[in-house]
């Protein structure tokens, strides 16, 4: 087989690899004639064979006057892993350190939860039956009176870390209620040992929605805590944090 039509069946398995890789990217199709010359690789003067992970020769090209060497051989010279992320058509070389992404704790399954009846999250759209969706929260049924006209809340809920979160965020909505504009709340955020990690801002039903993010260090677990109270003991309401979220490179 000549060196060019070597090239140009590189060039379609290229254009191939390129199209069905970047998932997230347009297909990319492109015929190319490369020109193979027996390229030698030597690094700090000892030659290199270039092999790709089955061991098979890789034979370097040139295209348009740029030398195409294979990034595995190049990094295994330097003594440096690579690895081929096909869901992002991402090649590591050296140490692995894939971008985080955004997992949504409303549709995990909590390790624990005070009191689970009143615990509402995820796409069920049913707290106080207002069409809501990608939140967690609390239909507010626990309280404690005071006196005939007060009542306080609490309830939490737990999520499990595993010290793999690099961060928490979401958006803290005030709370809704009827008639009740005492009505106020307030989220604290602890880790597994009862360390706080995040405090939020108290919330009354004229606070405007309130995003937040902070980093939780290496916790292996969260607890959500909700406090507040209503000066009317006769009037229900709710709290929540919509898309909430860890951001992780692997959950």
Not at 112 to 137: M, Q, W
Request: hydrophobic share 35%; aromatic share 12%; proline share 4%.
């Amino acid at each position: 087989m000549s060196k060019r039509l070597q090239g140009l069946i590189a060039g379609v398995l290229i254009g191939v690899m390129l199209s069905s890789s970047a998932a997230f990217a347009k297909n990319i199709y492109e015929t190319i004639q490369a020109v193979y010359m027996n390229v030698k690789l030597v690094v700090d003067g000892e030659e290199i064979t270039p092999k790709d992970v089955n061991g098979n020769v890789v034979e370097p090209f040139i295209y348009n006057g740029t030398t195409y060497l294979p990034v595995r051989a190049i990094g295994e010279a330097f003594d440096k892993d690579v690895q081929w992320d096909g869901e992002t058509a991402t090649v590591y070389v050296g140490d692995v350190v894939k971008p985080a992404k955004e997992v949504h704790l409303y549709d995990k399954p909590y390790l624990e939860c005070e009191i689970p009846a009143e615990f509402k999250a995820g796409k069920n759209a049913n707290l106080s039956d207002r069409n809501i969706t990608n939140y967690i929260g609390f239909d507010l049924r626990n309280k404690e009176e005071i006196d005939s006209s007060n009542y306080e809340y609490h309830n939490s809920v737990t999520y499990a870390l595993n010290g793999l979160a690099k961060k928490v965020k979401g958006t803290f909505i005030a709370p809704e209620f009827n008639n009740c504009d005492s009505a106020e709340y307030r989220v604290n955020f602890y880790n597994e040992n009862g360390t706080l990690l995040y405090q939020s801002p108290i919330m009354t039903g004229s606070v405007s929605p309130i995003d937040f993010e902070f980093d939780p260090g290496k916790a292996l677990k969260l607890r959500v805590e909700f406090n507040g109270h209503s000066d009317w003991v006769t009037r229900k309401f709710d709290c929540r944090i919509d898309d909430f979220a860890i951001l992780t490179t692997d959950y």
